[in-house]
């Protein structure tokens, strides 16, 4: 079985411009997650998807938002970035399974820097 | 805001001893889970442990969940080089099956051969 794919790996992107990264989840898995690390925030929840809804959200302003397509991939957006967005953004697929049994998978991240 | 917090921060050993490292949280869990991660890259899923749960093993690891002082362990034994990595904790609050991971700073760890 394939794991979470993350696309791009790397990018580069300039003040104000905006960027868009693809994570596409293990097949059968309908939650998709994003998070967000840096060394001195260390792993941040952004937000949940499940059956294209957003279920739940973390503390980052409204320049962070997502969607989640019709075949469980997921998509997220960072308009108008900031020196600060520079970050390792990491995806989590996991299939709930029921109380306490929801192992959550990571692809590998795409490592933003803003420049 | 964090809810886990890992110690040490860091932790150097010599290859073949063990490795211990502590997390604590402070709200009321569903499951807690150890991760690793390799510098810079995905994080790889250890083990999870349930709140009902006292203890769980998986090869050479081991967890503990303590609810009562709301803290968890993560034991390595027999390091080996391949196990250096950083090492996260996650408690994991299930809401109406949406599911929200929070993760300590975690633990560097390094194995010397």
């Known amino acids: 079985k394939a794991g979470v794919t993350q696309t791009p790996r790397y990018l580069i992107k300039t003040r104000g411009q905006q960027v868009t990264l693809s994570c596409s989840p293990i097949?059968?898995?309908?939650?998709v997650s994003w998070y967000q690390q840096t060394p001195g925030q260390g792993l941040q929840f952004l937000f949940e998807?499940?059956?294209?809804?957003?279920?739940n959200k973390g503390n980052f302003p409204g320049r962070f938002s997502g969607r989640q397509f019709s075949n469980s991939r997921s998509e997220m957006n960072v308009s108008t970035l900031e020196l600060g967005d520079s970050a390792l953004y990491l995806c989590?697929?996991?299939?709930?399974?029921?109380?306490?049994?929801?192992?959550?998978?990571f692809g590998q991240g795409t490592r933003l820097t803003v420049v | 805001s964090q809810q886990g917090e890992e110690d040490p921060q860091a932790l150097s050993i010599q290859e073949g001893e063990n490795a211990t490292m502590n997390c604590s949280y402070k709200?009321?869990?569903?499951?807690l889970q150890w991760y690793r991660q390799n510098s810079g890259r995905g994080l790889v899923h250890l083990i999870l442990?349930?709140?009902?749960?006292r203890e769980k093993h998986s090869g050479r690891l081991r967890v503990t969940l303590d609810t009562s002082k709301k803290s968890s362990s993560l034991l390595i034994t027999a390091s080996r080089a391949a196990d250096t990595a950083s090492y996260f904790c996650?408690?994991?609050?299930?809401?109406?099956?949406?599911?929200?991971?929070?993760f300590g700073q975690g633990t560097r760890l390094t194995i010397n051969p």
């Open positions: 998807y499940f059956s294209e809804t957003q279920r």
């Open positions: 989590a697929s996991s299939w709930y399974r029921g109380w306490g049994k929801t192992e959550a998978f």
């Open positions: 709200t009321s869990i569903n499951n």
């Open positions: 996650a408690t994991d609050r299930i809401i109406q099956g949406a599911q929200k991971l929070v």
């Open positions: 097949s059968g898995h309908r939650s």
């Open positions: 442990i349930r709140s009902n749960e």
